[in-house]
């Protein structure tokens, strides 16, 4: 599934408000700090206090002008909190040792240079180990910060990868299947249905009854087509879903009239669509109407079927009615597949499948699909 875009630009959105606000707050803190060590503020002080909470507000982007406009304000002692802010900013975005132990250097000489007078040896170390402190704990909060940034940027991507092997592995194995399945159908189905058009033709050139030659050419042309789709479908698992080059088209509307009339039935079609009708809509329609038909042959053999086709604005509306039985029904194999495979292609274009038996005994097949294929 697709992130959404609106919650990715609200999270965005959220992120540069929370940035904004802290700079601000940051800058704040700053003032407070002038306010309360240099109460009696010097033009000079005021300048470089404004200079340096600009230099705060450009941290972001500008990590290294920020800290430069901070330090003349460390070293008068107009302000402490503005270059530990400044120098942590810098370590979040160099990854340079060099220049991170330089810009230390420098923010430890210059918190030195205020008061700096040669103290007396007890409060020498002291004096030392507060700077060194004031200078190192910025960039060591920064690199900590930074390489928690990268660790968490090599996570998603060792994650993507891994998924992306996860689904590969599975594209591997569904190909595998589809490449056993379509030798099993070449194999097996193909095989069968050859030989009923071989034989099918053999009883249509020797026989001498006129219906029995024209049953089997009806037989040994179904034969012909049923490998056709064979040969498509065994096309299209051999090529993983691609388009295959050589394909004939698939059935369309257009195809309903010879399919009723080769069923073998006694059956009558209505129907008032157009060809403006989307393909796989088009292939949805004729799947539903030879379901239909191939259950009245296979479970209501002589029995009456009305198949009817009929469109609005919004919805296509199948249809395919055959009543009670008038001979046994032959005893031919049946799992449901071909109706659960109905529903969903049904389901999947936007509409809904209804079947039913009837109370005399007939049986009722229903689907409505949308007058327009549905986005995805």
């Given at each position: ?80 909190i503005a270059a530990p802010i400044a120098l942590y900013s810098v370590a979040v975005r160099e990854r ?281």
């Amino acid at each position: 599934m697709s992130a959404d875009p609106r919650g990715g630009l609200a999270e965005l959105t959220r992120r540069r408000w929370f940035a904004v606000i802290t700079d601000l707050a940051l800058a704040a803190a700053a003032v407070v700090d002038v306010m309360v060590l240099v109460p009696d503020w010097t033009p000079f002080e005021v300048t470089l206090a404004a200079v340096a909470v600009a230099g705060l507000l450009l941290r972001r982007r500008l990590p290294w002008v920020a800290f430069v406009l901070v330090l003349p304000g460390l070293v008068v002692d107009a302000m402490t909190i503005a270059a530990p802010i400044a120098l942590y900013s810098v370590a979040v975005r160099e990854r340079r040792l060099p220049p991170l132990i330089a810009a230390g250097a420098v923010t430890f000489v210059c918190f030195l240079l205020p008061d700096w007078q040669l103290p007396e040896l007890d409060y020498l170390a002291p004096s030392l180990l507060y700077a060194l402190l004031y200078a190192a704990t910025p960039i060591a909060l920064g690199a900590l910060v930074r390489t928690r940034g990268e660790l968490s940027d090599r996570i998603a991507d060792l994650s993507a990868a891994r998924e992306s092997e996860r689904r590969r592995d599975e594209q591997d194995v569904l190909r595998q299947e589809r490449a056993r399945l379509s030798r099993e159908m070449h194999d097996v189905v193909s095989h069968q249905v050859s030989l009923i058009a071989v034989q099918a033709g053999a009883l249509q050139v020797s026989s001498t009854d006129p219906d029995a030659r024209r049953t089997a050419g009806v037989i040994r042309s179904l034969a012909v087509r049923t490998l056709d789709e064979l040969r498509q479908m065994v096309g299209v698992l051999r090529a993983d879903g691609a388009p295959t080059l050589g394909e004939k088209p698939q059935p369309t509307l257009q195809d309903l009239p010879r399919l009723v009339a080769d069923s073998g039935l006694p059956a009558a079609l209505i129907t008032d669509l157009g060809t403006d009708v989307a393909p796989p809509l088009q292939r949805a329609v004729y799947r539903t109407v030879q379901e239909g038909l191939t259950n009245a042959r296979k479970h209501a053999p002589g029995a009456p079927v009305r198949v009817s086709v009929r469109t609005s604005t919004t919805t296509i509306e199948v249809l395919v009615e055959n009543g009670p039985p008038t001979a046994p029904a032959l005893p031919l194999p049946s799992g449901a597949a071909g109706l659960r495979g109905l529903r969903e292609r049904a389901e999947l274009l936007g509409g809904r499948l209804d079947a039913t038996v009837r109370l005399d005994g007939g049986f009722r097949l229903a689907v409505q699909l949308p007058a327009r294929e549905p986005e995805h």
